[in-house]
């Protein structure tokens, strides 16, 4: 069965430093997702992205963090300059997109577990 | 803007009891709505959700979920768990009027002890 895939597993990161969190969606899918979870907390939309823009950001996707599809299949988020509070798991996403996103099955991938010292 | 809650953080039932994990919604506008279960490192699989319809949704591995209106609820229940059901349920919502987004609520730790 197709599944989400994301690299690296955990990443350890100095603060200030910029780190790219990569995610490959299902190969036929069309929307893609980045969603986080701090420790203890809610899981948080970031941004959607579809036809290579930015469909939706939510308030805590600021101008450290940036998006790219780089190619056929890899899906990227960056954080610019890393916070401690940055220190989450991030979850990629994707959907197929029928005739309403809003209603289409989000497929998740494991996560990659940042950590920011 | 639409909020989530579940009302318990955890659950712990003993193997073939009947289990119900709480989910309640907040939303000006109609939504949709969604159960996700996280098994351990892993990620979130979809249980089931609900566009419209039949407010009675049955999903995976013997789950459903009733939606109801006027309580803005969608609780999820299993008659009978097994300790395969151990992980971390969230109920999820998105706008029915535009945008894609999954506002979740805190998640539901269910321990399922032989």
């Known amino acids: 069965e197709p599944e989400v895939t994301q690299t690296p597993s955990h990443q350890v990161t100095q603060m200030g430093q910029e780190v790219i969190l990569r995610c490959v969606p299902i190969?036929?899918?069309?929307?893609f997702y980045w969603y986080r979870q701090i420790l203890g907390q809610k899981v948080e939309f970031l941004v959607s992205?579809?036809?290579?823009?930015?469909?939706?950001k939510s308030e805590i996707f600021d101008d450290q963090f940036s998006v790219e599809r780089p190619d056929g299949s890899n899906f990227t988020l960056k954080i610019r300059s890393t916070k401690l509070e940055d220190s989450a798991m991030y979850f990629c996403?994707?959907?197929?997109?029928?005739?309403?996103?809003?209603?289409?099955?989000?497929?998740f991938g494991p996560g990659t577990r940042l950590t920011v010292l | 803007a639409q909020s989530v809650t579940q009302l318990d953080s955890q659950v712990p039932v003993f193997e073939e009891a009947p289990v119900e994990l709480r989910c309640n919604y907040s939303?000006?506008?109609?939504?949709?709505l969604f159960w996700y279960v996280q098994y351990p490192n892993q990620g979130l699989q979809l249980l089931l959700k609900y566009l419209s319809g039949s407010t009675l949704v049955k999903g995976i591995n013997g789950f459903e979920a009733e939606f109801n209106k006027s309580q803005t609820s969608f609780h999820l229940r299993k008659p009978s768990v097994h300790i395969s059901d151990t992980a971390e349920y969230f109920c999820?919502?998105?706008?029915?009027?535009?945008?894609?987004?999954?506002?979740f609520g805190e998640g539901t730790q269910l321990t399922v002890n032989p």
């Open positions: 190969s036929n899918h069309l929307y």
């Open positions: 996403a994707s959907s197929e997109m029928g005739w309403e996103a809003s209603t289409d099955t989000q497929y």
């Open positions: 939303s000006s506008v109609s939504v949709y």
């Open positions: 999820a919502v998105t706008l029915g009027t535009s945008g894609s987004r999954l506002t």
């Open positions: 992205f579809y036809n290579n823009e930015i469909s939706e």
